[in-house]
Every structure is written in structure tokens, then in C-alpha cells.
């Protein structure tokens, strides 16, 4: 049995690691969270994509599998009309690659899949008793947010900046995720405007830490047991892990998304909003760098990726991503295609392996029966 420095979010949690798997939509189902709660981290659902069927489903095939907390995850973005003023002038900037592709480029395009965190979803959580249920972009209002804890359910949700973090804790959060300028994927940015402000995992997991009385998740870069013992002794509770996790059997992506992991560099990254609207990191593209990562000529989120999405579809039956969105943190290069399970408590070890060779409190433990 591992005695980590800071057991304040375990002992909340009822989790064994400090290690929360990051909820990533469309790249994940069940599967991934249940082999990580098996590990004794924290398994999340990312339900931004699903629908209330689907959500149910998913709960119900982890609560079959393992009895452990689980986390479902929500966006809660503002839900914005997109203008046809604007997705003209999108598909004008994609002219040129339906004509290359041999595209009809006014053709009818598939509708947004990302819905906000609503009422109906408030309905859910009070059936399935998550124990966690966390958010991306903010916070729902004040009333689904009462709605949600009266169930019991924890709340986190991710900050990008101190402001954001004490915002979040003023409104309710339980826990928050302090994320990095490194975290893959979109940011949760809520209250800043632009993204060339935005802080790095280094910087932002202290001062996150010191401005608040909840506990705190780091998020951003971390992709090995290093990272976990850096964001304990930075003042996290946790960390969490996202790209690592992608190169593990049971996430979701494609074998182009799992090909292209698997050749990424440190540098190999930017932050886009080509793909959805808001900003996002990927590894580079065609589209991101022939356009630039950052387009003002690009939809209102969720709606970027609509004209978006014949390009991909025939792009990769041609075996490329030029116009896929291949979410990676900066990190991705110390990836390892271990099961998902493995993985987690090959970090485990790795962490309390630097947190005792640091001198880090409280880090020791009983070696584990398995790998």
C-alpha cells in the first residue's frame, strides 16, 4: 500500500493514486475508465458527445465491471448560433481543398455534437449518482450546480489562470484542475479572452494552489511518474493524464491519431482553433499550417468542425490527417502503448519512486503484487 505526501483528495475520492484519467471525448468509452479505477485511480467518462442513452449505458457497464468512483465530465460552453455570414466565410477559407479533394462545397454539412451541461443532463446525475462530475469551460449555472451536489456528486472543473481557479471555488467547485499550456486538447479556458497569456503547468499548479482552500488536480505535460511527483511537491493533490492514456489498447482513437502520436515531438504541437472554434492543442497539421493554428475566420465553437468533417472523412480513406484533429499535450514523446490498467500503476510506482528519492513527505510504500 502506497502513503502518498497529500491524501486530502484520495480520502475525498476514495482512490488509491493520485491519479485521475483525463475524460476525453471521442477518443474513450468505459472501457479506458474502468481500467484505471481498477488500478485505484480515478476513471472519467467524457460525456460531451453522448447522449443521455449513451451516458447510462457507459455508467452502467462500469458499475458492472468495477465498484469504484467514477467521474463523467460535461461541457458547459455557451451555446451559440452559428451565423451563415460566418460559415460562408469558412467555407470560402476551405474553397480550395474541397476543389483539391473534388468536394460539392456547398453541401450539406452534419450538425455539432458537443451539447452544454442542461437540465435534462441535471435529470441524469440525479439517477446515476456519479460520484464526481466535472466541467470544461466554466461552470452551468447556479441552479444546475445545487442540482448536482445535492446528489452527493463532488464538482471540479479547470482553471487556466488564478482568476479562473478562484471564480470556480466561489461558484462551487470542489476541486479544481489547474491545466497547462502543455494539456492536449481543448483548454478550458472561461473568463480569458486570448491564449497567448496562458500559463504553463509549472507555473500555474502554485499559485493555483496557494489561492485557494480546495484541493488541486494538475493537469498539462504529465506523462510519467516524474510529473506526477513534480505537480505533489508544486502543491497538487493529483495530477491528471490525458496523452498517456491515448497510447493504451483501450482508447478510441484512430490508428492514424495512434500513428501519429507515436512519431510526435516536443515541438510537433500547437494550440488551434481550426478544428472546433475554441482552443485546442493538436499535433500540427496541413490545414493548421497552411491556414495558421489560429483563424479568426473560424465558426463559433462547436460549429468549426462542420465544414470540416467530408475533408477529414476523404482525407483519411487516403491514409492522411491533414484535417483531423490529433489532440496531444506537449508530452505525447514519452508515451507507452501499455494497458491501460498496467500503465497506471507503472506511474504509481515511478511517482513514489522520485517522491522518495526527493525526500518528498510522507512517500513511502509496500511494492505492489502486480507491474
Known sequence: MYIWPNHTLLDLLHIEHPIVQSPMAGAQDSELAIAVARAGGLGSLACAMLSPEQIREQVGLFRQAVSAP????????????????????????????????????????????????????????????????????????????????????????????????????????????????????????????????????????????????????????????????????LGASAAQIGTAYLFCPESKITPLHREALSNSRSDGTALTNLFSGRPARSISTRLMNEIGPLSSSAPVFPHAGSALSPLRIEAEKKGRTEFSSLWSGQSAALGRPLPAEQLTLVLAQEAQGVCKRLGVAGATHAPLDKP
Open 70 to 233: 467514477i467521474n463523467l465530465n460535461f461541457f458547459c460552453h455557451q451555446d451559440l448560433r452559428l451565423e451563415p455570414e460566418a460559415l460562408q466565410e469558412w467555407r470560402l477559407k476551405l474553397l480550395p481543398y474541397y476543389q483539391e479533394y473534388g468536394l460539392d462545397p456547398n453541401q450539406e454539412l452534419p450538425k455539432a455534437s458537443r451539447a452544454p451541461f442542461s437540465r435534462q443532463h441535471a435529470e441524469l446525475m440525479e439517477e446515476l449518482k456519479p460520484e464526481v462530475v466535472s466541467f470544461h469551460f466554466g461552470l452551468p449555472s447556479a441552479e444546475l450546480v445545487q442540482r448536482v451536489k445535492k446528489t452527493g456528486a463532488l464538482i471540479m472543473s479547470s482553471a487556466t489562470t488564478t482568476a479562473e481557479a478562484v471564480w470556480l471555488q466561489e461558484h462551487g467547485a470542489d476541486i479544481i484542475i489547474a491545466q497547462g499550456l502543455e494539456a492536449g486538447g481543448h483548454r478550458g479556458v472561461f473568463l480569458e479572452s486570448t491564449v497567448h497569456q496562458q500559463v504553463g503547468t509549472l507555473s500555474l499548479v502554485p499559485q493555483i494552489a496557494d489561492a485557494v482552500s480546495v484541493p488541486v488536480i494538475a493537469a498539462g505535460g504529465i506523462a510519467d511518474g516524474r510529473g506526477i511527483a513534480a505537480a505533489l511537491a
